[in-house]
């Protein structure tokens, strides 16, 4: 077959690992990713599907009697509802699946050290090993701290609601597993703040994110890089060999409809010659640096709200089934 004859997503994946946003099993079969990707919003999507409220069920009847009441009751129902949706992601799926930890826990390095561990004691007694998930954690300075903590112990991180080049360094510098920018979010604040359109190849996202691909690459750094959060085919088509992409639903099935010639956009030959210099960070350096972009504080912290929000969503979904 000849590479004019393949779809989209089929050339995509000669040089990207494509990764599924969703927490959608049928999508995950349709569209064959190497990793999924899961979130409270996703989590949330699926979870009052009819489809998939048995494993609701299952959380609640397995966990209702161990003793605890209240939030507390709430909360590890919770916990052990996103290892479910996790395990039967990596039914279908070979490579690993990322599960979140608490948006209120975004600032508490300890609490996320600990929701961490949690998280990989239930996935070995579903007999998952850790090397198949990602704990995925908001890209504070505190979580970037946490990730650090966690991946000396051999438990790999997924870095979430990252918006800047100094989040990008520090969790290199922690030595994350994975990043993942978020570029549609980038787009969205751009658009609102300038009143402008952006084609694909100027867009603010695909900028922030080829930047980061080119400073990782140039100094050596093994965190892996993951455009998130796209909102057009455009987007991906002008990241493609990222190291790996996560694409909703939606995306997936557009690039798979179409056999227009995808080109490898991002190398690590090409980010060899880059004029970019290193970027020496300290807690003092990323705190300024990152308060000084305005798009980057705001997204995460509207990125924490809306995740935190979209956990309560969930919260309230288990307690009215209890």
Known sequence: MTTAALNQLDQLKKFTTVVADTGDFATLKEYQPRDATTNPSLILKAAV????????????????????????????????????????ILKIIPGRVSTETDASLSFDTDGLVGKAHHFIDLYQQQGIGRDRVLIKIASTWEGIRAAEVLEKEGIHCNMTLLFSMPQAVACADAKATLISPFVGRILDWHKKSTGKDY???????????????????????????????????????????????????????????????????????????????????????????????????????????????????LEKYIEERL
């Open 199 to 313: 084609a694909p190849a100027a867009d603010p996202g695909v900028e922030s994110v080829r930047k980061i691909y080119t400073y990782y690459k140039k100094f050596g750094h093994k965190t892996e890089v993951m455009g998130a959060s796209f909102r057009n085919a455009g987007e991906i088509l002008e990241l493609a060999g990222c190291d790996l992409l996560t694409i909703s639903p939606q995306l997936l099935s557009e690039l798979k409809k179409s056999t227009a010639p995808v080109e490898r956009k991002l190398s690590p030959q090409a980010a060899f010659g880059s004029s970019l210099t290193k970027l020496e960070l300290d807690e003092k350096r990323f705190r300024w640096l990152f308060n000084e972009d305005a798009m980057a504080t705001e997204k995460t912290a509207e990125g924490i709200r809306l995740f935190g929000a979209d956990t309560q969503k």
């Open 49 to 88: 599907m009819p489809e998939y409220q048995h494993l609701a069920s299952k959380a609640i009847a397995d966990r209702e009697n161990r003793g605890l009441s209240g939030p507390a009751q709430i909360s590890d129902i919770l916990d052990y509802l996103l290892v479910l949706f996790g395990v039967e």
